[in-house]
Each structure stands twice: as C-alpha cells, then as structure tokens.
C-alpha cells in the first residue's frame, strides 16, 4: 500500500524525573547513531539555553526531522517523565502538519504512557492520511496543503526591515546563492521564521529544500549544509560572520547589516516598486509574494525575449545590447541559473 504522507521515521527522547538523565527511549522503524546524536542534541531537553524552542526543525540528508517537545503534567500518565521530545523524520517541508501530528501523538503518549500509542499514531497516517482519535485530537493529512506552508512567510516584514536592500537578498535567491542569517540565540523564533519565508522571493521555483533553519557550527552539520550548492541556512553562532567560506551573502538579521554587492539600476528600480508596496494601506505577506511573483515573471519574460534562437541567452547577445556591465553580469548568471545558458 502507498503511503498517504511522507512520514519516514519517528523517536521518542525522554528525561528522567529521578535523576535528570535524557535518554534515547524509542523509534520506529529506526534511526541511526548519528541521526540520535543529532536529534538528542538540537532538542530542548539536552539544550542548556533558557531560549529552546518546544518545536523546531530542520534538515539532515535532505530530509526534514521535526522534534516536540512536552514538558509533562501531574494528569500524565508518565510518572518517572520529567519531558520528552517527539522526533518525526519526513521528506517534506510542512510545519504546521508535523507540529500538529507531533501534538495529537504526544497526547496520545501521554495518555497511555507507552510509545505503542505513538506507533498506532504513525501507521494510522501512513497508511490512511488521518488519525481519527479521541478526545485527544484528531488528525487529517488533507488539512495541511503544502502551499500553504509555503506562503507562510514573514516577507512583508523582511521588505519593511531592509527596505531597498531588500533586493540584495531577492538578488541572492534568484542567482542560487549561499546565504548565511544570523539572530542571537534569544531569537531563535525569529530566526526560523526568516529563514522559511526567504525563498518566498523566488516562488516560481517553489523550492524550500533549500532552507537550513537553524545549522550549528559542528563538523557533521557543516558537511551536510556544504553538500549543496546553494542554500538559506539561520545561524545562532556569531562567529558564523567570520566564516566566509560558508556564504555569499551574509544576513545579520538584529542590526539589518547584509555583505554583498552594490546595486545597480535594474536592482534599484525592482527594489523601489517593492519598497513602494509596502507603503500601501492593507498589504500583508501574501500580496508582497504575488507582487515579487509578478515582477519575478516579467524580468523573466524580458530574460527569454534576448533569446537566441534556439532559445539559449548566451553572453555574446547580452554584450551586443550595450548594457551596464552589472546588469549584464546579473542577467547571464539568472540565465544560467534558469537554464537558458548553452551547455
């Protein structure tokens, strides 16, 4: 049978209330070492920060994993359980889905006090797309369309924060760039939130594979995130600035500093009618996607116009146009990044 959602594994971390003690309790089907060690480290009952997030997520391998964490009450039926986490591993993008699943599961867990109610959970999703459940919550795959996390971004507050060079980081996702975002740790929150609204810049590519939302500066999620050529990747380490060999662009996402490049006036006259909409009475996140969407499109459609005939832009047809040289430069790498340059 086909399964009805991109579930791939789940775990259980639980903290002891005797002696404080975290330890890997459970999963389903299974997990390797390094994926525990992962996990048990990026949740908050291994976190020493006072900032830790109940829920989070991320990616490793270019799989999603998203970890929930409950802090358990005396009506739980989880005596010795100081906490747990609820670690879920799928292949897609979508937060609110596994937060929600993570919820339903956990009171199901908390109910019974045994992980076999986690597992009746996981088969019931993966097998039907539904928890139908009890007084516990219920569940549906079909209530949570991946558009819709997609266009939950904060893009409208990125405009307002960096104002016209707010076309610097629309620049750097059109032309598939690494791009580095730092919050402090307290703002871990916010951080998340910047970094899955990004590629909302670029939603003709509809591609949030590209987001890393919270990468710590350890060997094993260093080589993860290098694998791939481009990437949005959020940073609680200040020191991930000196690290040049990590981006292109870097985002400071408290002062509103970004290194990049100058602009020149075709990035300066797209920034100021994107600036210009945000002075507009009523606009929200959605309508600054569609804006962007739309002058995304017909910088493209003007793109394909220099076209050769084979429907290839070389650079040759670029130069004969007589462009500033930081237009022409912009124009041929957003070619080849959508694969209208010549092999």
């Given at each position: 049978m086909a399964a009805l959602c991109d579930l791939l594994r789940c775990g259980l971390i639980g903290k002891k209330d005797t002696n404080d003690d975290t330890l890997w309790t459970w999963s389903y089907p299974s997990v390797t070492e390094a994926q525990r060690d992962l996990f048990m480290r990026k949740c908050s009952l291994s976190s020493k920060s006072e900032h830790a997030l109940p829920f989070l997520y991320n990616q490793t391998d270019r799989q999603w994993y998203y970890i929930y964490t409950h802090t358990t009450q005396e009506t739980d039926n989880l005596p010795k359980v100081k906490a747990f986490s609820l670690v879920i591993m799928a292949k897609d993008f979508n937060p609110e889905k596994y937060e929600a699943l993570c919820r339903v599961a956990a009171s199901q867990y908390c109910k019974t006090g045994t992980p076999t109610s986690i597992l009746q959970?996981?088969?019931?999703?993966?097998?039907?797309?539904?928890?139908?459940?009890?007084?516990?919550?219920?569940?549906s795959n079909q209530d949570f369309q991946v558009k819709h996390a997609y266009a939950n971004s904060n893009l409208l507050g990125i405009v307002e924060m960096f104002?016209?060079?707010?076309?610097?980081?629309?620049?750097?996702?059109?032309?598939?760039?690494?791009?580095?975002?730092?919050?402090?740790?307290?703002?871990?929150?916010?951080?998340?939130?910047?970094?899955?609204?990004?590629?909302?810049?670029?939603?003709?590519?509809?591609?949030?594979?590209?987001?890393?939302?919270?990468?710590?500066?350890?060997?094993?999620?260093?080589?993860?995130?290098?694998?791939?050529?481009?990437?949005?990747?959020?940073?609680?380490?200040?020191?991930?600035?000196?690290?040049?060999?990590?981006?292109?662009?870097?985002?400071?996402?408290t002062s509103g500093q970004i290194k990049y490049f100058s602009m020149g006036k075709l990035h300066k006259d797209i920034a100021l009618s994107i600036v210009q909409l945000t002075e507009e009475e009523g606009v929200t996140s959605p309508h600054m996607i569609k804006e962007i969407a739309t002058k995304t499109k017909e910088l493209l459609t003007n793109l394909k116009s220099l076209a050769d005939e084979d429907g290839t832009v070389s650079l040759e047809t670029l130069k004969s146009r007589k462009m500033p040289p930081a237009t022409e430069n912009f124009l041929f790498s957003l070619a080849a990044c959508e694969g209208l340059v010549p092999l």
């Open positions: 959970v996981y088969l019931a999703v993966v097998t039907k797309g539904k928890w139908t459940g009890d007084e516990n919550g219920r569940f104002g016209l060079e707010a076309i610097l980081i629309y620049t750097a996702l059109l032309l598939k760039k690494r791009v580095a975002v730092y919050f402090p740790p307290h703002s871990l929150d916010e951080l998340m939130i910047f970094t899955r609204s990004l590629p909302a810049f670029v939603w003709h590519r509809q591609n949030w594979s590209i987001v890393h939302p919270f990468v710590e500066l350890t060997s094993g999620e260093l080589a993860d995130l290098q694998n791939t050529s481009h990437y949005v990747a959020g940073f609680t380490d200040a020191t991930v600035e000196s690290r040049s060999d990590l981006y292109d662009v870097y985002i400071n996402g």
